[in-house]
C-alpha cells in the first residue's frame, strides 16, 4: 500500500531533550515535506526536499533541521526542542514534475514540549 | 506570490444540508488547485483537484470549479452527512523554478449533526 509512515503519533519531551520524527515514503517520490499545524494558522511549511541531499527552508525553519539522505527518509529533528515547537507535525511526499501530483500526507506527530 | 483563502468556520449544518466553502487565491502563472480533507486524528487526504481553468474536480458527492475569472475554488455538496464532518483545506500548487510548491488556506472545521 502507497503511503507516508511517520513515528511516533505521540510524542511528549522536556526542553533542551534533543528527538527526531522519522518519516518515510514508498512512492518512490522525490519531493518531501514537514509542516506543522497550529490552530488559526493551518499548515505551515517548515523545511522541504526536492530530492537527495536536496533540502531548502519552508516558512518557519527556526529551531528544526531536517537531512535527506535516502529518496525514501525524510527525518525531522529538533536539536534542543522549547515550548513554543509544541504542535501537529505532518510530513508529506509527491512526484516532484507535473502539476497534477498531489501531495500525500502522513498521519502526523502530536508533539509537546513541557 | 501565491497564496489561499478560505472561509472561516466552524461551520455546522443538518444532515441532508447544501454545503459551501468557499476559496480564493493569488496566484502567478497557471496553478492546480487542490480540497484535502481532515478527520479527526488523521493526516490530510486529497479530496479533489483541478488542474486547469474550468476544470471540474468531483469525488464522493463534492464538486469545485476552476474559476479562472474570480480566482476561485469553492467546495459544494448538495447533501452532507454526519461522516462528511471534519476539517476542509483549499490548497494551490504553483510552479516555481525548482518543482511544485503547496500552499494551503486555514482550514474551515465543518460538523454535520444529525
Known amino acids: 500500500e502507497a503511503q507516508v509512515t511517520q513515528n511516533p503519533r505521540y510524542l511528549i519531551t522536556v526542553t533542551g531533550k534533543k528527538l527526531t520524527v522519522t518519516c518515510s515514503q514508498n512512492?518512490?517520490?522525490?519531493?518531501m515535506s514537514w509542516y506543522r499545524q497550529d490552530p488559526g494558522l493551518g499548515l505551515r511549511q517548515i523545511y522541504y526536499?526536492?530530492?537527495?541531499?536536496?533540502?531548502d527552508k519552508g516558512d518557519v525553519p527556526e529551531g528544526y533541521k531536517v537531512s535527506r539522505k535516502e529518496k525514501r527518509n525524510f527525518p525531522l529533528i529538533l536539536e534542543s526542542p522549547s515550548p513554543n515547537q509544541t504542535s501537529l507535525y505532518f510530513c508529506?511526499?509527491?512526484?516532484?514534475?507535473?502539476?497534477?501530483?498531489?501531495?500525500?500526507f502522513g498521519n502526523g506527530t502530536r508533539l509537546t514540549v513541557t | 506570490g501565491n497564496s489561499v483563502t478560505q472561509m472561516e468556520g466552524p461551520v455546522t449544518l443538518s444532515e441532508e444540508a447544501f454545503l459551501t466553502i468557499n476559496c480564493t487565491y493569488t496566484?502567478?502563472?497557471?496553478?492546480?488547485l487542490f480540497w484535502y480533507v481532515q478527520y479527526p486524528g488523521e493526516g490530510l487526504q486529497l479530496l479533489l483537484k483541478?488542474?486547469?481553468?474550468?476544470d471540474k474536480g468531483s469525488n464522493k458527492g463534492f464538486e469545485a470549479t476552476y474559476r479562472k475569472e474570480t480566482t476561485s475554488f469553492h467546495l459544494e455538496k448538495g447533501s452532507v452527512q454526519v461522516s462528511d464532518s471534519a476539517v476542509y483545506f483549499c490548497?494551490?500548487?504553483?510552479?516555481?523554478?525548482?518543482?511544485?510548491?503547496?500552499?494551503f488556506g486555514t482550514g474551515t472545521s465543518l460538523t454535520v449533526i444529525p
Open positions: 508529506a511526499s509527491s512526484l516532484l514534475r507535473g502539476r497534477n501530483s498531489p501531495l500525500h
Open positions: 512512492m518512490n517520490h522525490e519531493y
Open positions: 526536499s526536492m530530492n537527495v541531499e536536496v533540502t
Open positions: 483541478a488542474t486547469k481553468a474550468d
Open positions: 490548497a494551490l500548487a504553483g510552479p516555481s523554478n525548482t518543482g511544485n510548491q503547496f500552499y
Open positions: 496566484a502567478t502563472g497557471y496553478p492546480s
